[in-house]
């Protein structure tokens, strides 16, 4: 039996580089601006999902991989987050940050895995308009770190309940009275929960909506009040925001600010929401804690390397090889990695291959330089090295460990 990699799952390995920078780039930043790293276990309760991502929801209804015993994969961490400060309310207030692999069973395509992994933080405890505010600036901080300049931030506000109950009579009303014109699938939410049809990409129901009822309209006086101090300060901030008023996300735990970062790159095909979040100052009662104000993002780490359009990092360091055909030569390889630690040095040869090869597999691993210490070396008191650009051979008398870093660098 051939033993493949799960689908829409991958073995990251010239990838590996590349990840490990976004991460230590992103905690940086993260960290630098008063946030605090947390790494939630990869299984919880299904019903944490229910409770606060919404049964009705793709990711809840579909998309979680079950264990006999009532836990799922998580399949994003916000809900998870809530659940570990509602456990631990000395964590109220904090702001939080994790880059951690999630997991949907969705079909795979482009853009579009069933493990990924996300960057992402949450504002516990913060009020708005700050939190939103502080997480557009971050959130285009990281971006500019990472030159990406091709996305748009788009923006709408969900009001509180009592806003969305109106609104969603009348929007009810006006995708029943056009039912004919909805695709089949909208049809079938039309009895559930009707939001949703509003994130449809159909053609049928995109046109429709065109002229679709917008919830902004529909904003009580105290909402009005938070959406039009959000924006004014966005501006003042010098933030671009492009308003999306049927913009609702998949999620059920949202209220009022919802965001999400879209590629305008055209590297990410049909799966072009980069990232996204909102508030959710609802989700700590709905488990069991207290009244609690919170907001949070989170980013795709694959969708990123996408419109980076980045395959793999490329290291520009000079790598050198330590080659030898006696295997008591490996310690004083170790020795000498560990004097020249600022060297990208690479021991990592099997003394029993032979020289032919071993140079081969220098040569595979692109290393500029080879220190050849064998028997031959060892014997007549020298050590070789080897320049794999030029092929000249550089003798020096003395010990292996009596190399100075003028003859490696
Ligand atoms: P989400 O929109 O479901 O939000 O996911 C955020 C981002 O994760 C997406 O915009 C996308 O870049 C990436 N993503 C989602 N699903 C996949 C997938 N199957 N394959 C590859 N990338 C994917 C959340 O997860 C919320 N927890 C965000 C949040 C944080 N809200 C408040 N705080």
Redesign the pocket.
Known sequence: MKYQCPPGMKDLVSEAALFRKLENDFMETLLNSGFQEIRTPMLEAKELFCRSVGEESD?VSKEMFETLDGLVLRP???AAIMRAVVANQSLIPSNLCYFAP?F?K?RPQK????Q?Y?Y?F?LIGEAAPEAEIKSLILINQLFAKWNLSQYEIQVNYLGNTEDRKKYLSVLTKFLQDNKNSLSVKSQSRLTGNVLRILDSKEELDVALLKSAPKILDYLGPESQKEWQLFLELAQLAKIKLTINPYLV???DYYTGVVL?VVDLSNNLGS?N??????R?DGLSQALGGPALSA??????V??LILALNLSEIKTNSEKIGLISNEAETIPLFMELKNKFATLNIDINFNYTLGFKKMFKRADKINCTKVVIYGSNEREQGIVKIKDMKTGTETIVSGRLLDLDLSTLG
């Open positions: 990711i994003e961490n916000t999630q949907r969705e853009g579009r895995l069933r990924f996300q992402g949450e996300r998949g999620l999400e799966q929401a980069l990232g996204g979040g909102g959710y907001f949070g993002f989170a980013g795709g694959e969708r």
